[in-house]
């Protein structure tokens, strides 16, 4: 096997590839990448960590057909290091490789590419053109609410439903829970809602960063993204997502119109007295909110916004981590919260058309 | 008119039925049998097995023997010489009492019963098979009564498919035999595989003033070599609850319980809450999860208002005390204090030559705080194993002092977990004043028979009320322990056990009974448990609430958590799983604290430097100095060492200067 390649367009690939190799694995060559040539001027360049699984088509210029798997991460140390636009790889001897860049000089351990693992077929499914951007944000607007505890391995991804026009997306780590829903025309017309793991959503991320159209096709236990020549797959988390529905408070005793900024501002001025186990307290009275916290290490600090509120007192405590990080994925100045008890759920939704909403359940401090 | 349905079983299914409760594998008849020549008055007892069991047992032993008329009866169901009436159950003796064992094992096998008393010209001789009398005949033997099974279970395919192979069937048997001679010293035992003599052991003295007591040389002589050595025996009487123990160093610690050997009377038995007893009263010396060698025989007096039920169990592994409670506490407490005296928590084990002083990071048992280990033990505890470290379950131990925390609502009777729960509480709002409090009740707490003294020799190497502060920092070894020089000695601390101790303890200064910041779930995360511990939920939800947990019974064996406490993202259900489980086991109150301090511990634990995180010497030497303020005896749910010190003598002498 030898072929000639771009520097840059092997970059592109190897990028992705190398993030998705897994290191850690107890098998040594899912740390590989597969390069294997495919026809005269294709190179398939292939990484999985079995659960999400890259495939790209880089335009390369093959001399003698073949394939070989190399280290990833080293791959793409070596190849970005090198001088010049052009390099050459060639399959050595006893499955070392040798990478050749003008004057530079490689020998790399590789692996036999006949023991790299089958990476999920893309060419049945049923990819319907969609939205980049929208796809984006979606997953941007919930990603950050996914459980990271792998004993709830059902938490660990993002709901994912779509009828074709709409799309929405849920997650929650059992604290807090965050809600989107946009149009998504032409989008995979699903019957259940499918959980995407988060490893699998960060990589669909990073394929979209670079794409301005995609496809995106559901084939059980797969999801698959083609962005030109870059297809991912990635597995499906097989088991029930919680009924989300019944925890979104549907009426509410209070409410609570705010300035989002104001809002943020002063959250993060309280989380410097605040902790990883203690809250923040929100006390509303008329046309007032009240952000107050204290650590007994540090000191206390209290701070009065101007807010829209006509119900009677309250107070309520919660982490603040959770409500900034769900401000800050809202577009709009204001920001609404529904209350109903102080054990209650919250609801935070931004002011307008956006359909977004946060839940996040009070603390008792 | 139809057939009747139910039947009256004929003898022989009945005896078959009996002896599938009582003949499980070769070992359960050689100790039937050997109990038969125990309560016989035998002092010399031969047994011989071959193929582990399947072929042969024969039990020999030199006792009363028997008149021909009760030989004949002695293999009828229910025939036996040591029962007469149901209230002598409550006193009972013998090891023996159902007489239900001979016929049992005779009609499973082919049995052969040779009896003479000292005073009888001849020995009779029964031969029995499958249950059937087959043959009775006059014979010459010496005094006594030997047994002889053959082809055990020969009639009952299903059962012999269940043994194992010879090897496994041999060592039941040898176990069986060990666990009757260590309660029997004056007793000659005598055990042969296949001709082989496996077990030999001679009279000897029991330990303490109970007759029938544990031989310590019987113990040795049993247990063998490396273990025996460091056996340390001690007896005490609590409440007529009389405990003898003999206790192996903490060094011998096991990852199972099958170390510790529990007797109860003269019987061998399984019992969780005497397990769990014993573990305590070793406290942190052995972590979480490990359990000591031990050999620990409990008897209650006949006269005492204690009570035990021998007759749970067919084959009779099992007891039921009347206050199971107070008789664990009294093993607890004379484990306590033989660990406390013992002479391995003083020594340089003979291999280590090198003396060093570690102290835990909770007070051991009975004011010791200093326990000197030996090197090897140390670099065990040692293992890089973050995880461990950084979420530090180990040490069931409760340090003394809390033991004899005031309760002031004891008196308050009531049943089951209502009287604990009040107990818990009235704990929880003590607590603030607990610490001056302990230290005004721990003299009154070392009352009874403890030998005085011992402990006082191991004080002295309580750092002193300004050590830390004192030390002159040296440097930091391995990123892990911070290297000091202090007058005349050397002194290693682990900077994570160090500075987790001291959070610990802000913490624990600074939350007192309900304020532990609680973060409601969104969904009620559910969790299977056993009906026990369904009960505890329902019982006991405001102490769960104290410690930060809302837990609500979800119908079946499920709960639902509602909210868990702060700070205890990713494990909380594993904690609550523990709580439960200790709850419904022991009755709580100590489970209670031990959980509470868990969640202070696992939050400390968050926020504060581990071993791999580089110091600047202001920053170690700050942690020094803060480690003044810290009571190292005060309760804490990891024990740890912190601290390991050299005396310059010492690494002088190893220098050969």
Not at chain 2, 143 to 154: F, I, S
């Amino acid at each position: 096997m030898e072929f000639r390649i771009h520097k840059t367009e092997f970059v592109r690939g190897l990028r992705l590839a190398q993030s998705i190799a897994d290191r850690k694995s107890t098998m040594p060559m899912l740390a590989n990448v597969l390069l294997r040539t495919v026809g005269k001027n294709k190179l398939l360049v292939a990484a999985t960590d079995l659960n999400v699984s890259l495939s790209a088509q880089l335009q390369a210029t093959a001399t003698t057909e073949g394939g070989i798997t190399v280290n990833a991460k080293a791959l793409h140390d070596i190849v970005t290091s090198l001088p010049g636009e052009e390099l050459t790889i060639k399959r050595a001897d006893n499955g070392w490789a040798e990478i050749h860049a003008g004057k530079v000089n490689y020998r790399v351990v590789g692996m036999p590419d006949r023991d790299f693992p089958k990476v999920p077929d893309h060419r049945e499914a049923p990819f319907a053109d969609v939205d980049a951007a929208a796809l984006r944000e979606m997953i941007d607007r919930t990603l950050f609410s996914v459980c990271n505890d792998e004993t709830r391995f059902h938490l660990n991804g993002v709901l994912f439903e779509s009828n074709g026009s709409k799309a929405r997306m849920v997650s929650t780590d059992g604290h807090r829970l965050s809600k989107v829903e946009r149009p998504l025309p032409g989008g995979p017309q699903l019957t259940a809602g499918v959980i995407i793991p988060k490893k699998g959503l960060l990589e669909i991320k990073r394929v979209l960063d670079g794409a301005s159209s995609c496809k995106l096709a559901v084939k059980t236990p797969y999801v698959f993204l083609q962005a030109d020549d870059l297809v991912l797959a990635v597995k499906l988390i097989d088991a029930q997502f919680p009924p989300y529905e019944q925890v979104i408070p549907k009426d509410h005793k209070r409410s609570l119109v705010v300035d989002r900024h104001q809002l943020i501002d002063a959250l993060k001025r309280a989380q410097l007295m605040s902790s990883e186990t203690r809250g923040v307290k929100m006390a509303m009275e008329n046309g007032k909110l009240t952000v107050a916290s204290d650590n007994p290490d540090v000191g206390e600090v209290r701070e009065e916004l101007e807010a829209d509120y006509a119900g009677e007192a309250m107070a309520i405590g919660f982490n603040p981590k959770y409500v900034i990080e769900l401000l800050g994925q809202m577009a709009s100045d204001q920001v609404g919260l529904d209350l109903g008890g102080e054990l209650d759920p919250g609801l935070f939704k931004p002011l307008g058309a956006d359909e977004y909403v946060g839940v996040v359940m009070p603390m008792r401090i | 008119m139809d057939a009747p349905v139910i039947e009256v079983l004929p003898d022989p299914v009945i005896d078959q039925i009996a002896a599938g409760e009582v003949v499980e594998r070769p070992a359960s008849v050689v100790k039937e049998l050997v109990e038969n020549a125990l309560d016989a008055g035998a002092r010399t007892i031969t047994v011989d097995v071959e193929a582990g069991g399947r072929a042969l047992i024969r039990v020999a032993d030199d006792g009363v023997g028997m008149a021909p008329d009760d030989a004949g009866r002695a293999l009828l169901r229910h025939a036996t010489s040591k029962l007469r009436a149901v209230d002598d159950l409550w006193t009972i003796g013998t090891m023996g009492f159902r007489g239900e064992a001979l016929p049992s094992i005779a009609s499973v096998s082919r049995l052969t019963l040779t009896t003479r008393r000292r005073d009888d010209l001849a020995a009779t001789r029964i031969e029995v098979e499958a249950g059937r009398v087959v043959d009775v005949t006059e014979a010459g033997a010496p005094p006594g009564t030997t047994v002889e099974v053959r082809d055990l279970l020969h009639n009952v395919p299903a059962r012999l498919k269940f043994l194992k192979g010879e090897a496994t069937e041999s060592s039941h048997v040898t176990e069986a035999v060990s666990r009757l001679a260590m309660t029997h010293p004056h007793v000659h035992f005598r055990l042969r595989h296949g001709g082989r003599t496996v077990v030999d052991c001679t009279p000897a003295a029991p330990v303490g003033d109970v007759a029938d007591g544990i031989g310590l040389e019987r113990a040795r002589a049993l247990l063998g070599g490396r273990l025996a050595e460091r056996l340390h025996a001690v007896t005490g009487e609590e409440g007529g609850v009389r405990v003898i123990a003999l206790l192996g160093a903490p060094s011998l610690a096991q990852s199972t319980s099958r170390g510790v050997q529990l007797y109860v009377g003269r019987r061998f038995v399984r019992d969780r809450g005497l397990l769990h007893a014993v573990t305590m009263g070793f406290g942190e010396l052995v972590p979480r999860g490990r359990y000591p060698v031990a050999i620990v025989m409990v008897d209650v007096d006949r006269d005492g208002p204690q009570r035990v039920d021998v007759n749970v169990h067919p084959q009779k592994l099992e007891v039921r005390f009347s206050d199971a409670g107070a008789v664990q506490a009294a093993v607890r407490h004379v484990v306590r204090r033989g660990v406390a005296a013992a002479p391995w928590l003083g020594e340089a084990a003979g291999a280590a030559p090198v003396q060093m002083h570690a102290v835990a990071s909770m007070g051991p048992p009975l004011d010791a705080p200093a326990r000197p280990e030996r090197a090897s033990d140390l670099a065990g505890r040692y293992a890089r194993d973050t995880t461990r470290a950084l979420f530090p379950m180990g040490g069931l131990a409760r340090p003394s002092q809390q033991e004899r925390l005031p309760v002031p609502v004891r008196a308050a009777e009531g049943s089951g977990p209502s009287r604990w729960v009040a107990e818990v509480r009235a704990r929880m709002a003590a607590r603030g004043a607990a610490a001056a409090e302990a230290e005004a009740t721990a003299a009154s707490g070392a009352t009874a028979s403890a030998p005085s003294g011992d402990a006082g020799e191991l004080v002295a190497a309580t750092p002193a009320p300004e050590f830390f502060g004192r030390l002159r920092y040296l440097g930091q070894l391995d990123r892990t322990f911070l290297v000091c020089e202090a007058a005349g000695e050397l002194v290693l601390i682990d900077q994570h056990a160090a500075h987790e101790r001291v959070e610990f303890q802000r913490l624990r200064e600074r939350t007192t009974g309900n304020d532990i910041p609680v973060q409601r779930l969104l969904f009620p995360q559910t969790l299977e448990v056993t009906t026990e511990q369904a009960a505890v939920v329902e019982d006991a939800a405001d102490v769960l609430a104290s410690v930060g947990f809302e837990v609500e019974p979800f119908g079946g064996g499920t709960v639902a958590v509602k909210a868990v406490p702060a700070g205890l993202r990713h494990e909380p259900s594993g904690v609550l799983r523990e709580l439960l489980a200790d709850l419904a086991d022991h009755g709580g109150s100590r489970a209670v604290e031990e959980r509470f301090d868990h969640v202070l511990a696992t939050v400390a634990c968050h926020s504060v430097v581990r071993a791999g995180d580089l110091l600047s010497p202001r920053e170690a030497e700050a942690l020094l100095a803060s480690m003044d303020g810290v009571d190292f005896r005060a309760h804490c749910p990891h024990g740890r060492p912190v601290l390991l010190r050299m005396a310059v003598s010492e690494i002088a002498r190893r220098l050969g200067r």
